[in-house]
């Protein structure tokens, strides 16, 4: 059983209390409480043993003697346990007084033994004690693991020696190389490190480090591939290689380069007859070069953000064919089938026939493994169909199982067993199907194919609209203007949440569709409420990434802003951190022209991302939003404080207006208003209003409320 208290906060220490007698687990909790403590309590050894094997306790407190199991069994369990090995142990009995219990007590695991009846006064600080080191037993655990973290990557990277190995800094300047990349490229290491990477380059052709995309996928922190480099060697030869990069940990400010030789691997290949890799009858790959094909591809995919996922065909209704037809007709139809699958893939995806009637496919670069869903379908569309063999008609179908690398195999015969074992799952399902091997990524294509299907149906049916969010003045409650919000009523389910569709509407690019028609909303809504508010009132609509990066975005407001006759500074534009740091010569040029055609611009959810304040100084912006998971934590955490004050301060001497976003609370407005924030949008303003009563907001808006 629980004590009746409080939920316990993120952070609070679980003491455990143990006594066969009801009254005595009633005063200890009363004895015990506290806001930091949450207090478990059992009535006896093997309930007590049941709790500690289903949560972390950082305390027990253990009567010695109960009915069937007493203390010192618990103990001695506890301390056999790795689990609990470590848990301190506090007795506390009012019976088992004498020396030698007192000393079987700490033999059996004990760190303090008390009789009852206990004083509270020496208890809680013996229990604070505890608990203190029992947080710095856990942080100590923590920083080890860590430190064995760290120990695993140096030990990964001296794993890797017989790859090339070669550690830039941020400028590109070689500050490691490993003996195999010096071997490669036929220079001592002496004379790699403190030149140029880039030195040594041929292919991709880049002119200078922060124009590579090197440098662009350090900034970003993510991985880059070139699978066909072509690397300088001393004596003016060309290396071709596959390159993989990624950036250390930001502390470092580094990037570590992966080399692998991939001379031999083509040259194998001129080498091998075309018989070895390739089955005689369609042409495709077969099994073995199936093998060597996917191989590379999964070297290359070790650490990859995308996926990789192979496909597992197996044809229905072959067998009859083949039994009643005979093979010549056999042979025709997987000629056939060769054909349609080629036919729906890219050059580069793998293909190959294993055997018989069964086929595979291996596609790289998906973005999630759920578009593999898509592929299925497509190939099922393609190969079933009926038609005439030697003049017999003939029905032909396929089944798919689908797994994904690494979470289905982690080499490719594991791979292929999980796909093998999918494809039979669509065979017992009814066959002319697919499956995946997880059911439950197998129920998450579906139903993103389902939502993405919707969504393109709602843009059809224009089943979308905007709502406004009013922003008033802290100082004074003045309506400073509204952000216009997409919403999506759907005709079954209702209203959908915008967490679910906006992400996918910029994920297929579908948002492109949308833009123009949210521009003319806002500035259509800004018009009207220039009829009843003053010209200063400003109308925010949100820019998307994929919508940023558009050539024609500031020509498109230009559009919007004269159909409705706004003028300078009535529209304004809310653009996330990530969508202006990803690429700043771009974000430099766009913000430029949307400056100067009048569109104001604003940073948006501010707290969340990555952005350096730098760039409040160098990026021209006219409003920063603070994100409303960063307002939520305001008066929880005086760090979060302390950097919003920063923000506020620094803005205000930027003279860039700040806008906090999400404000549900009095005690968040105040706090807000006693530090310099100038305007406030959420909850406590009001919920968004729909384009009628937006233009009545101030009429209803009661701003006393607010000010007490």
């Known amino acids: 059983m629980e004590c009746v208290q409080s939920k316990p906060n993120d952070g609070s220490s679980v003491l455990l209390v143990v006594d066969d007698y009801p009254e005595n687990l009633v005063t200890m909790c009363a004895v015990l409480q506290r806001t930091d403590w949450h207090i478990v309590t059992a009535s006896s050894g093997v309930e007590a043993l049941t709790v500690l094997l289903e949560q972390e306790v950082d305390l027990v407190l253990l009567d010695v003697q109960m009915p069937d199991m007493d203390g010192f069994e618990v103990a001695r369990l506890m301390r056999g346990s790795q689990r609990t090995s470590l848990t301190p142990i506090i007795f506390l009995t009012a019976n088992e007084q004498s020396p030698a219990s007192v000393h079987k007590g700490y033999a059996s695991g004990a760190i303090d033994y008390l009789f009852k009846p206990f004083d509270p006064n020496v208890l809680k600080p013996k229990v604070q004690a505890l608990l203190e080191q029992q947080r710095n037993r856990r942080a100590l655990q923590r920083l080890t693991q860590e430190l064995e973290s760290a120990r695993a990557f140096n030990a990964s990277v001296l794993a890797n020696m017989a790859e090339g190995i070669v550690v830039v800094d941020e400028t590109g300047i070689i500050s490691f190389a490993n003996p195999a990349i010096c071997h490669l490229l036929d220079t001592p290491d002496e004379q790699l490190r403190g030149t140029s990477v880039l030195d040594y380059v041929l292919e991709p052709k880049v002119q200078s480090w ?10 970003n922190a993510d991985t880059y591939r070139v699978h066909d480099a072509v690397l300088r060697t001393a004596g003016g030869g060309q290396l071709p290689v596959a390159l993989s990069c990624a950036s250390l940990p930001c502390e470092q400010k580094a990037m570590v380069l992966t080399v692998l030789d991939m001379s031999l691997e083509r040259n194998l290949y001129q080498q091998l007859e075309q018989q070895a890799v390739t089955d005689a009858l369609t042409g495709l790959l077969n099994r073995r070069g199936f093998y060597q094909a996917v191989e590379g591809m999964l070297l290359r995919n070790e650490h990859a953000e995308q996926y990789l996922v192979v496909l597992y065909l197996d044809l229905d209704g072959f067998k009859q064919i083949n039994d009643s037809l005979g093979h010549d007709a056999g042979d025709q139809v997987l000629l056939w089938v060769a054909t349609q699958l080629k036919d729906c893939l890219r050059p580069y995806d793998v293909l190959a026939r294993m055997g018989g009637d069964e086929f595979t496919v291996v596609i790289d670069g998906f973005d999630y493994p759920e578009q593999a869903a898509k592929v299925a379908e497509k190939l099922i569309e393609r190969v079933s169909m009926k038609r005439q063999v030697d003049g017999v008609d003939i029905s032909l179908g396929v089944s798919i199982g689908i797994a994904t690398y690494p979470e289905c195999g982690s080499n490719l015969d594991g791979l292929l067993r999980a796909a093998d074992i999918a494809m039979y799952e669509a065979k017992r399902a009814g066959r002319q199907q697919y499956r995946f091997y997880d059911q439950n990524m197998n129920g998450r294509a579906r139903s993103r194919l389902m939502l993405e299907d919707s969504v393109r149906n709602a843009i059809e049916g224009k089943n979308f609209s905007v709502v406004y969010q009013p922003q008033v003045h802290v100082a004074d409650g003045r309506l400073r203007g509204f952000e216009a919000l997409l919403r999506w009523q759907h005709a079954s389910v209702g209203e959908v949440p915008p967490a679910l569709f906006i992400p996918l509407l910029e994920e297929t690019r579908l948002i492109n569709r949308l833009g123009s028609w949210i521009f003319d909303q806002g500035a259509e809504q800004r018009q009207a409420l220039g009829r009843v508010f003053a010209s200063d009132l400003v109308v925010s609509v949100s820019v998307s990434p994929t919508q940023f990066c558009m050539p024609n975005l500031a020509a498109e407001l230009r559009r919007a ?29 766009q913000l430029q022209q949307l400056r100067e055609i009048g569109v104001r611009v604003a940073l948006d959810d501010f707290g969340v991302g990555e952005c350096s304040l730098s760039h409040l100084r160098n990026l021209q912006l006219d ?17 979060d404080a302390v950097f919003a004050r920063s923000i506020i301060d620094l803005c205000r001497n930027l003279d860039i207006l700040v806008i906090a976003e999400g404000v549900e609370t009095l005690q968040q407005y105040e706090w807000l208003a006693n530090n310099g924030c100038q305007v406030i949008q959420g909850f406590l303003v009001a919920y968004p209003l729909d384009a009628e009563d937006a233009r009545s907001f101030p009429a209803r808006f009661d701003w006393s409320r607010l000010r007490g």
Do not use: C, W
């Open 210 to 219: 922060l124009e590579s995309d090197f440098y662009k996928h350090y900034r």
């Open 561 to 589: 802003m004269d159909r409705f006759e706004l003028q300078l500074g009535q529209l304004e534009v809310e653009i996330t951190e990530a969508s202006l740091v990803n690429n700043l010569s771009h974000s430099h040029k």
């Open 623 to 639: 409003t920063l939003k603070l994100d409303r998971h960063f307002i939520a934590g305001l008066l929880d955490s005086p760090r």
